[in-house]
Structures are given as C-alpha cells and as structure tokens.
C-alpha cells in the first residue's frame, strides 16, 4: 500500500526543457483522481475476458451481458437501489445532461400545463447541471440560495414547497461541492420533495468514493462519475427512479433498454464498479476519519503559517461538514491564484483554482458569488483537493511550500 501510495501521489512527469524525471505532488484529485490500481487490474482483466458486445447474439456477447449486468447489481448495492434503476453514461455531465433533458420533456409529455413548470437547482451546483437546465428549461430556472458558508438553504425550498404555486419538474442540489467540498443536506432535501411528490436530482460526483454511497438511492436521479474516484474517465452513471423510462438523450441503438443508445464501455465499467468498492472498503475501514484529522492539522498549520488566509467553509460559527479531502482558501492579498497556481506547479505541486472548468475563465466563480465572496476574494482561491493514496507528507510539504513562496511575494 506504502509504495502504491508514492507512486500514485508523486507523480512522474518530464521536466520541461529537459528529459528528466520531476515528481509532481498531486492535489487535484476533485479534477480527476488517477485510475486506482484496483480499476487497471479490472480494466486488463475485463478487457481480455469480454471481447464481445453485451448487444450481440453469440455465446461471447451473452458473457459480456452477463458481466455487465453483475456490473449494475454490484453498483445498485452500493447505491442501495435496484439494479434496474441504473444506466450508463459517458461521465457525470451526460447524467446530469440526461436527467434535465427528462425532466424537461417528461413533463411536457405528461401534461400540456406542466409545459411551464419550473426547475429548481441549488445556486452552486457544477455547470454540467446549470447549463443543462438553462438550456432544457430556459427562464425557467429557479436558484436556490445558499448560506455564506456555502450550504443550500432548505428553509427557503421547504417554503417554496408548502407554497405550493408551481410545482418544479425537478429540484436538484447536489451532494457535495466540488469547489469548497462543502457537503449539502441532501437527505433533507429528498424527504422534503419526496413528502410533496416533487422529482428529486442529486448530482453525487464528489460525494461517491469518498463518503458512504449507501443511502443515496433513495434520490430519485443520481448522476456519478469514475474518473473523480480513481475509476477510468469516460464512464459515468445515472441512477433513475423505480421503474422509469428515462427519456434517451443519445439515440441510434437499443442499448440499456433503449435508455441510452451506444456500445457499452465494459471494462471501463468494470473498472469503475473495482474502484468504487476499493473506495467503500477504505471508508468502511474507518479511513475517512483518519484523512480528516490530517486534513485539519495542515488548515491549522496553514492559518498558522499565514494568519490571512481564511478557509471557505470553516470557521467558528460555519458549523458545516465538507468532503474530508478538499480545502478552499481565500490566500493573502500577495498575489492572485492563477500565479500561485504557476509558483506552485514550478515547485512541484499540482494544484487548482477552483473547478477544472472554471479554471480557465476569469469569471469569478458562481459558486464563490453565491456564498457572498467578492470579486477580489474569489480572484485568490486555491483548491487543494487530496486522494485516498495521498501521503500524509503531502500535506506537510504543501503547507511549506505555500510559507516560502508567500515569503517570496511580499
Ligand atoms: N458534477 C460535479 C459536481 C463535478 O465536480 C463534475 C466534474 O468536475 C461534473 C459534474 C462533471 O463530471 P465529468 O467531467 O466527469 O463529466
């Protein structure tokens, strides 16, 4: 496990200008975590066992349907849903796209008058569910607001929903942020929707790998992604309601019931299902807990460190939970994080400002404004976001790193 871990934390790169070989400290597991070996195992040993395709009639297609099936009751367990429930995607964005593009038309489809229903989403969920409702839904998205401390605001949707004046098509807010890792009350928010017959959505991307599953599939869409729990990238699931013909987004085949058109990735799937359980066996086995604490202690040290940073999300009043792994810092006003982010990678730290895809805008981030961040607070963000085989060491070293280099810039 040791020399796994050092491995899969410092990661070789060539260094530029020359051949020879740098380690790199990563920290952006919340942007992609590396494939576990767990999954590159299940990854060779599926792709030379099933050659066939789950669709075709022969003996090698029916070993491939058969491995994929065992693939969606492995899933449905962790889940806690029924197998059936469960499609494949492309990644979290598909089943994000996927269950908007539902609601959006099943709504349609049911009743004329449901035409203007609304879709309620928290205001920081990930642009993969923004974008998709905007464009399913056009003006009719509702946001919901969040506290300053970056949870949704569930008094505001339990009045919404007493209030009863247009029913949603679909509400959604996610399980855990992928900016700050902030963790939202999604059971809360589920019985509440449930409790009025309202469609409810839980995009769980950084949420699955890193806390316990069980319980989630009571949710009645759930969007997941492997890449983000040392799964392949590309593969990605959405679990459906009980017993729904989720509308396809993608057509052309049969596949998954009609559900979803296109070959299935199975050894991509198979890897993705090796990975999750790894991850559920280092959460079972009390791991989380321990990450925490090492967590903690590098945000004591870094306020120590440098008295000026302040930690989104945490604070004596916060009161709040986040994702064991992620760290959201507003850094000193020395600099701002697009060149902290190169000082860092020069001195052997991957690290982000944010999420992947807003990294490379100038916007400042929705998720930060929703929170009531400003501009010039928003513009100083790092992103430290760890994985299950991250040294504790690395946290160490990055709490240093981050001491000198601030040294270097006032
Ligand atoms: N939802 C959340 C919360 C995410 O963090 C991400 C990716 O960062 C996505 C959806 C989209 O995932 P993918 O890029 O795997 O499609």
Redo the contacts with the bound molecule.
Sequence with gaps: MLAAAAAHAALDLPAVGDQTKTAVIYLDH??TSPLLPEARVAWLDAAEKFPGNPSSPHRLGARAEQALDDARARLAAVLDCAAHDIVWTS????S?NAALHHAATAAVARDAADSTAPVWLSAIE?P??LAAARHFFRERVQLIPVTRHGVVDLDWLATQLAAGRLRPALVAV?AAN?ETGVLQPWREAQALCAARGVAFFC?A??WCGRLPAHGLGAADFI?G?A??FGGPRGV?FLKCPPGAAPRPLLHGGKQQEGRRAGTENLPGILATVAALEWCERQIIAGESARRHAVRDRFERELCAALPSVAINGLGPDAGVERLWNTVNVVMPESDCRVRWVVKLDKAGFAVSTG???ASGSEEPSHVLTAMGLAPSEAARVLRFSAGWLTPETAWDELCGALGRIHGELV
């Design positions: 919340n942007a990644g979290a964005t598909e994000c990930h993969a569910v996610m992928n995009d991307t950084q969007a992604s890449h983000k990605g999420s992947a895809c």
